[in-house]
Nanobody, 115 residues
Framework: VQLVESGGGLVPAGGSLRLSCAAS????????MGWYRQAPGKQRELVAL????????THVDSVKGRFTISRDNAKRTMYLQMNSLKPEDTAVYYC?????????WGQGTQVTVSS
């Protein structure tokens, strides 16, 4: 199994980024997937979930209305559109199944939001 995150970067507050998660070695279209993040000195936390077919999504309160999770099962790829970014969104962002499998963590992609 390989989950490869990409799309992070350095943006000013109020900016936008689109993260991607490319999956291989997993029955992607059958899995509920999630985006997670870990800020410096903090535990990894769930950001958003999406059902296997993409018809149901959940976003945590801190990102609701700003972030949107989506997926393209034909491309075996999941996305996180992040708008109106805040400095507190600074973290390494990871994708994984939900519930997560510890063996599936990848390198993540760094998102840094400057104030």
């Amino acid at each position: 199994v390989q989950l490869v995150e990409s799309g992070g970067g350095l943006v000013p507050a109020g900016g936008s980024l689109r993260l991607s998660c490319a999956a291989s070695g997993i029955s992607f279209s059958m899995k509920t997937m999630g985006w997670y993040r870990q800020a410096p000195g903090k535990q990894r936390e769930l950001v958003a979930l999406i059902s296997s077919g993409g018809g149901s999504t959940t976003h945590v309160d801190s990102v609701k209305g700003r972030f949107t999770i989506s997926r393209d099962n034909a491309k075996r790829t999941m996305y996180l559109q992040m708008n109106s970014l805040k400095p507190e969104d600074t973290a390494v962002y990871y994708c994984n199944t939900s519930p997560f499998n510890p063996a599936y963590w990848g390198q993540g992609t760094q998102v840094t939001v400057s104030s």
